[in-house]
């Protein structure tokens, strides 16, 4: 008899002959019921083991329900699965109008002029989870070749620093201000360079400066972010990511990581 691993319709060819009951195959089952975090429409996550379970529905911690607590019963019947040698299930979620965390993270200016907004990406108490971001600057990459300025280290839609040298500024906010590079092909020399291209949308493109045309004296460091999941929730170590931007365009910008979905 053969092994469906999915819910589906199948056409089989059978003989009119009678044949002995067969053996079914019980590695591969469906679960339904509530859980801590996960998403709760589309199509059911496959699992292979209870890791994976607790990494998308948050664990064995009992459930809350106004106020009370109750006992997480699919996340132990999913242990169990497993332990008893259970290879593949399917877990659709049910939520009881849980509600999803956020938290908005703003500038110290009054009235505030930049603002991060945090939103868990599923309702329940799993995405309850401490969320540290780690500003960088790195080391100065403007220096001269024959002459002329150039950034060395650098890639195209970088978030730079740009401050003089003058100023003691080893990390945001402080005398400078922030660009993002752009590649410039100058036809005269026959070479590639950068323009910077200031954050501030009020800002006209005719402002972009050429590296060739920064004041003397100046530094430019790239700028980057590291964000660190705390060990809580549904996560039973410190996630993280290093080295992330801020312009949507590349492609490690804190906002294409952590997109909605």
């Known amino acids: 008899m053969p092994e469906y691993l999915a819910p589906g319709v199948y056409i089989e060819e059978t003989s ?4 002995s009951i067969e053996g079914v195959s019980t590695s591969t089952a469906g679960f339904v019921g509530p859980s801590r975090f996960g998403p709760t429409a589309g199509k059911p996550e496959l699992l292979t083991s209870f890791a994976d379970f607790e990494r998308i529905y948050g664990g064995l911690d ?14 132990h019947g ?9 290879k593949r299930l399917y877990v659709s979620r049910v939520d009881n109008g849980g509600v999803a965390a956020t938290r908005s ?4 200016e009054s009235p505030p002029q930049h603002e991060i ?14 969320v540290t971001f ?17 950034i060395r280290g650098a890639s195209n839609l970088d ?11 080893t990390s945001p906010p402080g005398a400078g201000q922030l660009y993002w590079l752009e590649q410039y092909f100058i036809e005269s020399d026959n070479r590639w360079t950068f323009k910077l291209r200031s954050l501030d949308p009020d800002v006209t493109e005719d402002s972009a400066m050429l590296v060739s045309d920064l004041p003397e004296g100046t530094q430019v460091k790239v700028l980057t972010v590291n964000v660190t999941f705390g060990a809580l ?11 992330l931007t801020f312009h949507p365009g590349h492609k490690n910008a804190l906002t294409r990581i952590f997109a909605e979905v």
């Open 117 to 130: 907004a945090l939103s868990a990406r599923y309702p329940g108490a799993a995405g309850n989870v401490t």
């Open 159 to 169: 978030v730079v620093w740009a401050v003089d040298s003058s100023s003691p500024v």
């Open 134 to 150: 780690t500003f960088k600057l790195g080391q100065n990459i403007l220096t001269t070749v024959d002459g002329v300025s150039v």
């Open 16 to 19: 009119y002959r009678s044949k």
């Open 78 to 86: 999913v242990r169990a699965f497993f332990e008893e040698g259970g």
């Open 233 to 243: 929730g549904r996560f039973s170590h410190d996630l993280g990511w290093e080295n």
């Open 105 to 108: 993270i703003s500038s110290e």
């Open 62 to 75: 009992q459930l809350e329900y106004s106020g009370q607590k109750v006992h997480n019963y699919l996340a």
